[in-house]
């Protein structure tokens, strides 16, 4: 059970820009929203937890590797490295593994392979942190699927799934004529996309067969950092955390056939 940071890397090549956060972080300066994330989520791993970049071939000798599009300097005059090569300057503790020969997605066959590929390379208890910037178009629906495929065969945990709008900037001719210091794009954090997932299923459950196991987990997954932060006081994750205890105990007297609780109907009140 280890922390696993996936992304897919691109073809193109990037520019430069200040990637911003929605905590205020901002990492300045830099070509890869790959590298920007893993600055900001990945610093404090250790060396059991891995950094996965997906690469096809393409990929992996125009922007994994230095010099793949024969430029040796952007156009502040600053060196264009590949992702290698930048995340080792960040003197990470995780490891860093590349997956090379990944698919280019062009056909159903390739996606599956792509979608098998992910897998094998996860591992059951694993905390899953996505970067789906860039790749292939159909990344992010492989994604929100994969993790609802992973959370039942593997029971892993979602500590953030991230988009680098750099795109908000304008048009790519129009973004190269602006100074750095301009030059900031919003990461968009959609990690409660899969939360709405997971709520869903519950309710779902709960609906079918009266068993709330499932939203007290997303209660409980809900109020953590509430509660964290607030060192034990957010009224609204103490009410939520009184609820899902409430919902998981009437759940139980469905589960235990307690018919005279049922119609007595303390716990449902």
Known sequence: MSNKFIAFLGTNIYKRCNYCFSDNTVVKGVRFIQEAV?????????KEDEILVFLTKDAEKKNWKDGGHNKEK?????PINGLETQLKTLNLKARIRPVTDVPEGNSEKEIWDIFSIVERNIEKGDTLWFDITHGFRSLPMLVMVLLQYLNTLKNINVGGIFYGAFETLGAIKEVES????????PVFNLTAFHAMQTWAAGVDVFNRFGDAGRIKEALREYCKPLLKESKGKNPTAIRMRGLAEILDKTGLLFGTARGSEIVEGGKFR
Request: net charge negative; aromatic share 14%.
């Open 38 to 46: 893993i600055s900001h989520a990945c610093k404090d791993w250790n």
């Open 178 to 185: 602006f100074p750095l210091v301009t030059r900031n794009a």
């Open 74 to 78: 952007d156009e502040y005059g600053l």
